[in-house]
DNA sequence: GACAATGTACGACATACGTCGTAGATGATC
DNA sequence: GATCATCTACGACGTATGTCGTACATTGTC
C-alpha cells in the first residue's frame, strides 16, 4: 500500500446507515421519509428525524430525487443499484486488496466463508460465470 | 441490510492512513517515526507530525509498541498482521455482503476482475484451497 | 555550556456520518 | 377557522480520521 494517494473523495459509497436507507429505496422504489423510516430507522431504535435527515443528505449527494406530495416529500433512487453497488464493491475490494492482492484474495476467501460457508459454492459460481462471459453477459 | 445494530464500534479497522503506516510497520518489523514518515508520509506529501500523529493514535488504540531510545520511539505492532486483516476482512465484507449475499458474490468478483483480471485465478486457487482445508491450513 | 537539530505532546481544524432536538410550515379535522 | 398532527429545515453534538502547527523537551555538537 502506497497511501500516494492523499485520499479519495468519493462521493459514491457512503456510511452504513445511508446505504440502509438507500437499500431500502431501492427495494421500495419510490418511497416517503415516512416509509423508510418505518422500515430502517425505526426498527434500529433511532429517531424520526435522523432518517428524515439522512434522506437529506442523501439529495444533497444527488443520489435520491425527491418530489413534493402535499406537506412531504417522495424519494425515489436517483442512482441504479447495480451501478452504485459496482463502484462500492470496486472501493472497499480496493482497500482490501492494497498491496498484497494475493494474501489479500486469500484472506478474503477465508473471510466469506467464515460469515457463510455455503457463499464459497456461490464464489465459485461467480468466478466460473465470470470466466464464462468476460464482458457483461 | 437491518442496520438493526446501532454501529459497530470495533476499534480494528480505521482509516487508510492508519492502515498504511501499519503495513510499514509490519514490514519493517520496528521502526522510528522518521523511519515510517520517510516511506510512507512523505511521499504522500505529507507532514512529518502527521505521520507522527497517526503513530501516536495507533498507540492509543494499541496497535502499536513503543519504546524510548534517546530522545524517539520505536515502534513495534502489537497485532499481528494475519489476525488484523482477517479481522479487517471480515468486517469490510460484511457490509459489502448485505442482505444480498448472492448478488453481492456476483458483484464482488466482477470487481475484482475489474481491478485485476489474473487475480480471478487466484480466486479460484483460494476457493479450491480453502475446499480442500475447511480448517485453517 | 550555549545552540541547533530533531522528537514528542497536544491542541486545532476539516470532513464524513450518525444522531437528535427544536422551530416553523403545512395539511387535515371537526 | 382554530387546533392538532406531521413534515421539513437546520443547527448541534459526538466520534473517527486526516492533516498541521506550535510549544516544549532532549540530544548531540562546538
Do not use: C, N
Not at 468466478?127 to 468476460?134: C, F, H
Amino acid at each position: 500500500m502506497s497511501y500516494i494517494v492523499p485520499m479519495r473523495r468519493l462521493r459514491l459509497p457512503g456510511g452504513d446507515l445511508e446505504y440502509a436507507v438507500l437499500t431500502r429505496l431501492w427495494e421500495l422504489g419510490l418511497a416517503s421519509a415516512r416509509e423508510i423510516h418505518t422500515h430502517v430507522g425505526e426498527p434500529a431504535g433511532l429517531a424520526y428525524t435522523t432518517t428524515a435527515k439522512v434522506l437529506d443528505r442523501l439529495h444533497v449527494k444527488g443520489l435520491v430525487i425527491r418530489e413534493r406530495k402535499g406537506r412531504a416529500f417522495i424519494f425515489r433512487p436517483k442512482v441504479a443499484r447495480g451501478i452504485f453497488d459496482q463502484a462500492r464493491a470496486r472501493t472497499l475490494l480496493s482497500r482490501l486488496l492494497g498491496s498484497r492482492p494475493l494474501t489479500a484474495v486469500a484472506t478474503l476467501v477465508e473471510a466469506v466463508e467464515s460469515i457463510d460457508p455455503t457463499l464459497l459454492d456461490e464464489l465459485e459460481r461467480a468466478v466460473a460465470a465470470r470466466r464464462r462471459s468476460p464482458d457483461g453477459t
